[in-house]
């Protein structure tokens, strides 16, 4: 089935919910999700809701409401705090499932309070065969994910936002701040600010796609190949290693490898993932 053939059972789908409840976050999938959702049904058809904790980065929720300003709908903030969950604080292989389930729950309730049937999350066709325990949450709890019903994948998506003029067609993936969490490693409102400003540090430097993942002591950086030798050559090395110790790290470190979307997940076995898909 060819890009724009999924588009329209896309449309298709959405005109037959009518009225729907979107989980926004900004990135490449939800904002594709709410435009066609705007162009199909109308704004006044859409709930468009952002969830507001201590695992979404500042630069990501403004980013995420300028893109919404440029569609034209308006955005509901929805607090949302995992860190009252033990098990999502504890961290382990199903930290996302948990997250997703309170994200879900506080939906439903606006969903049902403002009178929506259905909730909409921006899950594409490459996410069942990725490790997204998020998913079995979406599933048990009834949510929608009509990208993934229309088959669309992220080379899809990215390519039908550049037709629509979306300027998140071109942009990296960034998930929550607990994503660069070692599993294991309780999730603290601390841990998830040191990521949150080495991050922006790192932005500040000029970098596209990286992470800097959190093991306790040791902040473990990576970059596209094509940026380790800038960021292991001083003057940038030397403002780099600053920068994290003052964030209270003992050791930086330079993952050879280079940025990998979901490295945490290399620590996992097979068995951990397939109980917790």
């Avoid at 990135?27 to 969830?51: H, R, Y």
């Avoid at 506080?106 to 594409?124: D, M, T």
């Avoid at 969490?181 to 600010?193: A, C, F, P």
């Amino acid at each position: 089935m060819g890009v724009q053939d999924k588009y329209n059972s896309l449309c298709q789908n959405l005109r037959s919910l009518q009225r729907v409840v979107i989980a926004y976050s900004g990135g490449v999938d939800s904002t594709f999700l709410l435009k066609a959702a705007v162009d199909t049904l109308g704004k006044e058809n859409i709930l468009a809701c952002i969830a507001v904790s201590g695992s979404l980065a500042e630069s990501q929720h403004a980013q995420a409401l300028r893109m919404a300003e440029a569609i034209g709908i308006p955005i509901r903030e929805v607090p949302v705090d995992e860190l009252q969950d033990v098990a999502y604080v504890a961290n382990k292989a199903d930290r996302c499932f948990h997250c997703k389930s309170h994200l879900f729950s506080v939906l439903k309730r606006v969903a049902e309070q403002e009178g929506f049937e259905h909730i909409l999350c921006g899950s594409n066709f490459d996410d069942k065969d990725d490790f997204r325990p998020g998913n079995r949450a979406a599933t048990q709890m009834g949510i929608h994910a009509p990208l993934m019903e229309a088959e669309l994948t992220k080379a899809d998506i990215r390519q039908l936002s550049r037709q629509l003029g979306l300027a998140t067609a071109e942009m990296p993936a960034s998930p929550c701040l607990a994503s660069r969490i070692q599993y294991g490693l309780e999730i603290t409102e601390e841990r998830l600010k040191q990521v949150e400003k080495a991050e922006d540090f790192l932005r500040s430097l000029g970098l596209v796609e990286f992470r800097v993942r959190h093991h306790g002591d040791i902040a473990r950086i990576e970059v596209r190949s094509s940026d380790i030798l800038k960021i292991a050559n001083d003057p940038i090395r030397t403002q780099i290693v600053e920068k994290l110790k003052g964030l209270d790290f003992r050791f930086v470190s330079l993952d050879l490898q280079g940025f990998r979307s979901g490295a945490l997940n290399e620590a996992l076995s097979e068995e951990q993932k397939r109980q917790n898909r």
